[in-house]
């Protein structure tokens, strides 16, 4: 052994591993063992290639047990020292993820799954830059970016949106953890590499014109930084005016638009039991479209009873079910007839490529949201689907991708009703028809296990619950080491990403939202300028007058 | 040009003995000393010293009841300086042959009347990159203890080094590795070195 010259990066060597358990990684005595951190990077030189990995796993070991038991004065820093190392040291345990090789083959090629282990005593370096931006690919000028990873703020994370808009995916962590702010920033990145337009069910209005950080300081949303990409429409007509958002379009929905499956949705919230969820299908047959406004008028015990004996229904049920509709009643958005077609609206502009942001105001009730949210998406996506059917027979373009963001998604994608919504459909066919979901939700554990199974990328902040960890990861390789870095995360504005938009999982400091900086680096233009590009963006849609 | 220090006047291949051209002009215990022909430099570590009279069988008196000074003494009897004689023991432990240094222990011993120098800094610093010999050292037996020997030598060479205490954390850490769990010989060489 000789004097150890610590060389830069260097961390220690490989002691032992298999590809099923990842390698143990005996750390130099120069390298601290504070400073490792589980979701960081590491790069190992084996014989024949070089492995691309993660640390998962960092302990502390002693060679000899006697140390343990008389351990050296080790308040002596000297002492201290000299132990750290020889007769204790630090393990990682690294699960490598990819090879990487440096001749041109390889690079050509890519990084590939790793297929074996490195050789005992592999060198083990902390991961350079350039390693990374050989496995996450190099961020050019206008591609968006997520975040950095751990300890590498020189270094951008870069997500496939193609991949990742291909099918659905999802946002996890629990509350207060950056959901939104990460969506926020993926919404743009959709918008700036115009990969889909984007319909977002906007429960606590904050992603079209602005919302807030933990601080209560504002923070612009979609509409303030892509003004002529995005569209604001209200559910909330007074709240918008208030918070001085201009609202593209207020939406109104008619009780004539409301059918039965909108009703399953809401059993849950509304608390109604199987029966009563499934009894507006007769309703419906019997009294047709305006089958809830004429439900809703059917008062008095005699009347129910008669409409029961002659569905074939409990009085009871309908009774039961009449009184939870009732609260229907007491959202304004609801309307006898609605004077304009919501759908068609929303159509038009996501047909221009221009994303819809809808604000729900102060309806933040859960039951509005589920309602609107999948009587809209259920006729929008009734529209998608038939274009698409037709653009295929007719050898046509397909229409343009569309990515559905919804919040409380256990709401509408739970064990119980996810196979008979629409969300549940859309979810299970990937893109079959252009239309994607963005789930965001904060217990993944209530989400149908097959709906989980089909997220094509998965993005999450940190989770504590058990359950909700274990929905997050099921299916995925390597799933116990990942827990371990998914459950030491940072309480805010980092995320574990993993699936089809990224080559391997991977830990990232979410990108720092809501500074001028931030916004100039999204493309946030001042009011100048951005009136040039409007003209400009005019002029390209319409050509020179 | 290294500090000529003495005559090698006894060897063998793992060790030799010296003496000192100033009388109690002994290298320090523990440092580096080095002879050679020209071909093979060897290098050793002092590990004992002592100084005696010339003729086997006659001990030294007393002799400064009415001295006022140590000097005094030998200023009145200026035959004492050469009827007494320095000599020192030195372990081998590496040899350098061909310009290539080795540590560990040489084809032929040292010779007698070879000269023996002091180590500079630079070489000393040289020398002691690899800590190879520190083996030798531990497994010699000595008339000091090993662990003296060893706490001794790594002290001196540590001065050589720029950042003595680096030197001395990673000397030790190789010192914990080739005790493999003697625990008291290895707290007995920390505290000795502990800056
Ligand atoms: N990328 C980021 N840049 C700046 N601040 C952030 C970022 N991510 C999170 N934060 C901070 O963390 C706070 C919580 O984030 P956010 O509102 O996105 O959490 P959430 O997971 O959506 O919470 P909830 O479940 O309550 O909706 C924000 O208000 C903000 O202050
Ligand atoms: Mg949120």
């Not at chain 1, 931030?518 to 005019?538: H, P, T, V």
């Not at chain 2, 706490?151 to 001196?156: F, G, N, P």
């Amino acid at each position: 052994m000789s004097l150890e010259q610590p060389k830069d990066n260097r961390l220690g060597i490989v002691v032992s591993g298999s590809v099923t358990r990842g390698v143990e990684v005996k750390l130099d005595s120069s390298s601290l063992v504070e400073g490792m951190v589980v979701g960081r990077y590491v790069t190992i030189q084996g014989e024949r290639q070089r492995f691309f990995g993660m640390i998962t796993d960092v302990s502390l070991e002693v060679i000899d047990p006697r140390l343990a038991i008389t351990p050296p004065d080790v308040s002596d820093p000297f002492i201290a020292e000299v132990v750290a190392g020889t007769s204790t040291y630090g393990k990682l345990h690294v699960r490598p993820m990819l090879t990487i090789g440096s001749d041109a083959m390889s690079i050509l090629e890519g990084p590939q799954p790793v297929k074996t282990v490195p050789a005992h005593f592999s060198a083990v370096e902390l991961a350079s830059q350039q390693d990374v931006e050989q496995v996450f690919g190099q961020v050019s000028e206008g591609q968006f970016w997520i975040g950095t990873p751990l300890d590498m703020i020189e270094t951008k994370v870069r997500l496939d949106l193609g991949e990742l808009t291909k099918r659905s995916n999802g946002v996890f962590g629990k509350s207060g953890t950056g959901k939104t702010f990460l969506t926020r920033l993926l919404l743009m990145g959709i918008l700036q590499e115009g990969a889909a337009a984007n319909l977002v069910f906007d429960m606590h209005s904050e992603y079209g014109w602005e919302g807030y950080s933990e601080g209560g300081r504002k923070v612009k949303a979609l509409k303030q930084l892509f003004p002529t990409k995005v569209a604001v429409f209200a559910l909330d007509e007074e709240n918008a005016r208030r918070r001085q958002v201009s609202a593209d379009f207020i939406v109104k929905i008619g009780y004539d638009e409301i059918e039965p499956e909108d009703i399953v949705m809401l059993s849950e919230t509304l608390n109604l039991t199987e029966a009563a969820a499934q009894a507006p299908y007769r309703l419906a047959r019997h009294f047709g479209g305006q089958w809830l406004e004429s439900f809703l008028n059917v008062e008095g015990r005699e009347e129910v009873g008669e409409l029961a004996a002659s569905l074939g229904e409990h009085e009871a049920t309908l009774a039961a079910l009449r009184r939870r509709l009732e609260t229907l009643r007491r959202l304004p958005f609801l309307v006898a007839h609605a004077p304009d077609n919501s759908v068609k609206r929303i159509l038009e502009y996501l047909d221009r490529g221009i994303s819809v942001v809808l604000e729900f105001g102060r309806h933040t009730d859960i039951a509005a949201y589920i309602l609107v949210a999948n009587l809209l998406t259920r006729r929008i996506h009734a529209q998608y689907r038939e274009r698409t059917e037709r653009a295929m027979g007719e050898d046509r373009a397909l229409p343009r991708p569309l990515v559905i963001t919804i919040e409380e998604a256990h709401k509408f994608l739970s064990p119980e009703i996810a196979r008979q919504t629409i969300f549940g459909t859309i979810a299970r066919e990937m893109r079959k028809y252009n239309v994607t979901l963005l789930v965001i939700d904060q217990r993944p554990s209530g989400i149908d296990e097959e709906v989980m199974s089909q997220l094509g990328t998965k993005i999450t902040c940190l989770l504590d619950n058990e359950r909700d960890i274990d929905s997050v990861l099921t299916g995925v390789v390597g799933k116990s080491e990942l827990k371990a870095v998914l459950a030491k995360l940072d309480t805010k504005q980092q995320a574990l990403i993993f699936g089809h938009a990224v080559p391997m999982p991977v830990v990232v400091r979410t990108r720092e939202y809501g500074s001028a900086e931030s916004y100039k680096d999204l493309g946030f233009r001042e009011a100048a300028e951005l009136k040039r590009r409007a003209e400009q963006d005019i002029e390209e849609l319409w050509g020179e007058s | 040009m290294p500090f000529k220090i003495g005559e090698v006047v006894q060897a063998s291949t793992s060790q030799f003995q010296a003496e000192c051209y100033e009388l109690h002009g002994s290298p320090p215990f523990g440092s580096l000393v080095k002879t050679g022909d020209g071909l093979i430099d060897v290098y050793a570590v002092v590990y004992n010293a002592a100084t005696t009279s010339i003729e086997p069988g006659r001990h030294p008196i007393a002799r400064g009841r009415d001295e006022m000074a140590e000097e005094d003494i030998y200023r009145s009897n200026p035959q004492l300086a050469k009827l007494l004689r320095t000599e020192f023991e030195a372990l081998v432990v590496g040899h350098r042959e061909a310009g290539c240094l080795r540590h560990y222990l040489p084809p032929q011993p040292a010779r007698i009347h070879g000269f023996v120098y002091v180590c500079e800094p630079d070489e000393v610093r040289e020398f002691s990159r690899s800590f190879d010999f520190l083996r030798l050292l531990l497994d010699a037996r000595v008339p000091a203890s090993a662990e003296e020997l060893v706490a001794a030598c790594l002290r001196q060479a540590s001065q050589a080094h720029q950042d003595p205490r680096t030197f001395l954390v990673s000397a030790a850490k190789e010192v914990v590795i080739l005790l493999n769990g003697q625990l008291d010989s290895l707290n007995a060489i920390l505290r000795r070195i502990k800056a």
